[in-house]
Every structure is written in structure tokens, then in C-alpha cells.
């Protein structure tokens, strides 16, 4: 028997491919974002008022879901977005290859940002960089404050969250005390904004951190 | 599910690292940060390593328990036993240490008759 030791990071290969995605990005100056965050915390609707809110930023989204459904693609459209719906045929996250191919239908140089809008999971989609400049998590009020708690990876592994419906406070119990506690100790440095995309509360701060970061 | 894809890597990287020799074992080291499961791998190993020199190779799994420090009182604790705050003060100013992990650690062969 001969011991051989290896030592390699088994999502290495995935993160090479994100590195690519990532050059593809910056030589076209283009600014990315992945939106990870729970089915139904707002990701789409976030997505929606950011490309109206960002008026003048030429905004390319990729959508991904694990459905043939491309509805969240058209509505990106619809704010005036182009948009490449990917099907992901029941994968549970968006991978760096994926993004790779879908890249190749974005016309990069006529873009400011591009938003990719994951797969709706708390659990995986942390783990598989896409080459992307900032990972966003979208929590939402309903959801409850003891999701840092039960999904650590996920609000472990972002850079910015924005904590949606904020507007519900006043009718769901929600401790946003225990909440945050639970967000500080797994993420000291996350940026964090609170809004609601049904009053349009809080999304002002959001739209100039977002154009703070595009290139022009 | 997404266990398949990476079942698939940690094949790849045995077959690379054994240059045709026939691999016996492997060793993984996972940490609970990550949303890798045993025996999903193990599941999606025994159908893919059919036909390939790793087959019958046994999967041996170091499971890393996700830990922090508490940066008030400078303790150590793991996570999944005593919650993600500090049990000791009850502090969320912590600094997670472990359970990120996920790579293979080493590969056995068999000896090859010269």
C-alpha cells in the first residue's frame, strides 16, 4: 500500500471557471452581482426595482431556476433588463460553468451590471463562486430571525444582505435584536440594508451602493 | 443533488493523483460549514467509480466541526453543540476558526509489481 498525499480543494475546478467568468466581467467593466436568498424572500422583485431604480445603468440578468419557467427572465425584461434564463434542470444552485455559457448570449460591453439571480435555496449555493464581485443574500421578514442560526453557511459565506419586507414588521413577530446577533457572529463585515420592495422603503441606499460600485 | 458534480471531482482528482495504479482508498476532509453529505457522495461513488481504477476504493470521511472564538472572553467552542453565540458570555462578536473545509486529504494504491 502507498500513501500519496494530495491535499486539493475538490472545488477547485469550479472556482478556476469562476476566476474566467470573473476576467470576462472586468475586461468588459462590467459590475457582478449574485442574489442568493430562500424561495419567495423577493430576489425577483429586488432584481425588478433595481434595474428601475438604476436608471441609466445598462443591466444584464441571468436567472436561474431549477423549472423550465422563465418568467423571472421576463419580468427582468419587462423593467428593461436583458435577461438569459437558465435551466438548471433541478440542480439546486447556479455553478461557475453555468454562468460560463450563459455569458456568451450577454453582450458585455453594452452593459454596466449584471445580476445573476441564483437558484432559491438557503442551503448550497454559497459554496459555488461564479465570478461574480459580491455575493448578496436576500432575507425577508417572514421567514423568521432564527435563519442565520439554522442556514450558517449561507449568511456565513455573503458580502452584502438586504433584509426584504420590512414593511411586515408590524404584523409578524420577528426579533430583529436575536436576528442581527446571529448575522454579526457569522459575518462581522456584511453590509447590510433594510427594505421593502413593496413600499419602496430602504431601496434608495441600495441603488447608491450598487451604482457606487459600477465602474463608470 | 449537487453531491453528483462533486462526487465526480473527488474522482478525478484520486485518478489524476494514482497514474493508473489501483486506489484502495480515499481520505476526505469535510468541514460542517459546507452542505456536503457523506452519503450522498458515497451514493453517487459507487455508481461512478464503476469501470474506472478507483472502484471498491473505500470513501473515509474527517467530518471538521464547525468552530469559533469568542473575541470578548477568548474561548473556543463548536457550534453545532453550543449555538452559534458564545456560550460562555453570550457574545456574537466571534470569528468562525472552522468547518470551511472540504478537500481530499490523501489517496492509498496498490503497490505496483515492477
Same mark, same amino acid.
Given at each position: ?19 474566467v467568468n470573473r476576467n470576462k466581467l472586468e475586461s468588459a467593466h462590467v459590475f457582478g452581482l449574485n ?23 445598462? &443591466? ?8 423550465? =419557467?422563465?418568467? @423571472? ?10 435577461? &438569459? ?15 460560463? #455559457?450563459?455569458?456568451? =448570449? ?7 451590471? &449584471? ?35 439554522? =442556514? ?22 420577528? @426579533?430583529? #435584536?436575536?436576528?442581527?446577533?446571529? &448575522? ?30 459600477? =465602474?463608470? | ?26 481520505? /476526505?476532509?469535510?468541514?460542517? /460549514? ?49 449555538? /452559534? ?30
Amino acid at each position: 500500500m502507498t500513501h500519496i498525499p494530495v491535499v486539493q480543494n475538490i472545488l477547485n475546478a469550479n472556482d478556476i471557471i469562476a476566476e474566467v467568468n470573473r476576467n470576462k466581467l472586468e475586461s468588459a467593466h462590467v459590475f457582478g452581482l449574485n442574489i442568493m436568498a430562500s424561495p419567495g424572500a423577493g430576489k425577483t422583485s429586488l432584481i425588478e426595482h433595481t434595474i428601475r431604480g438604476l436608471s441609466g445603468v445598462r &443591466v444584464g440578468i441571468i436567472n436561474g431556476d431549477t423549472a423550465g =419557467y422563465d418568467g @423571472d427572465a421576463l419580468r427582468a425584461q419587462n423593467a428593461g433588463a436583458t435577461a &438569459v434564463h437558465i435551466n438548471t434542470g433541478g440542480n439546486c444552485h447556479l455553478e461557475a460553468h453555468m454562468i460560463q #455559457d450563459a455569458l456568451v =448570449y450577454l453582450d458585455l460591453p453594452a452593459l454596466d451590471l &449584471v445580476i445573476i439571480e441564483n437558484v432559491g435555496n438557503l442551503v448550497c449555493p454559497a459554496g459555488w463562486k461564479l465570478g461574480t464581485h459580491h455575493n448578496v443574500l436576500v432575507a425577508s421578514i417572514p421567514e423568521g430571525a432564527d435563519k442565520p442560526y439554522k =442556514y450558517p453557511s449561507m449568511y456565513h459565506g455573503v458580502d452584502v444582505l438586504v433584509i426584504n419586507k420590512i414593511d411586515l414588521l408590524p404584523y409578524i413577530p420577528f @426579533d430583529m #435584536d436575536y436576528f442581527k446577533k446571529g &448575522v454579526m457572529a457569522l459575518n462581522p463585515k456584511v453590509t447590510v440594508f433594510e427594505v421593502s420592495c413593496q413600499t419602496g422603503q430602504g431601496l434608495d441606499a441600495w441603488y447608491d451602493w450598487v451604482r457606487g460600485k459600477i =465602474y463608470r | 443533488m449537487h453531491e453528483l458534480p462533486i462526487t465526480q471531482t473527488i474522482l478525478d482528482i484520486a485518478l489524476n493523483h494514482a497514474h493508473g495504479a489501483v486506489i484502495t482508498d480515499i481520505r /476526505l476532509t469535510i468541514g460542517d /460549514l459546507t452542505s456536503f453529505v457523506d452519503d450522498s457522495i458515497q451514493f453517487y461513488w459507487d455508481i461512478i467509480s464503476e469501470g474506472t481504477g478507483a472502484v471498491g476504493a473505500k470513501l473515509h470521511f474527517k467530518r471538521i466541526p464547525a468552530r469559533a472564538k469568542c473575541e470578548a472572553c477568548g474561548r473556543e467552542y463548536t457550534i453545532k453543540e453550543e449555538g /452559534l453565540l458564545c456560550p460562555h458570555c453570550g457574545s456574537h462578536r466571534v470569528a468562525i476558526t472552522a468547518g470551511k473545509e472540504f478537500f481530499v486529504d490523501s489517496i492509498e494504491i496498490q503497490e505496483q509489481t515492477p
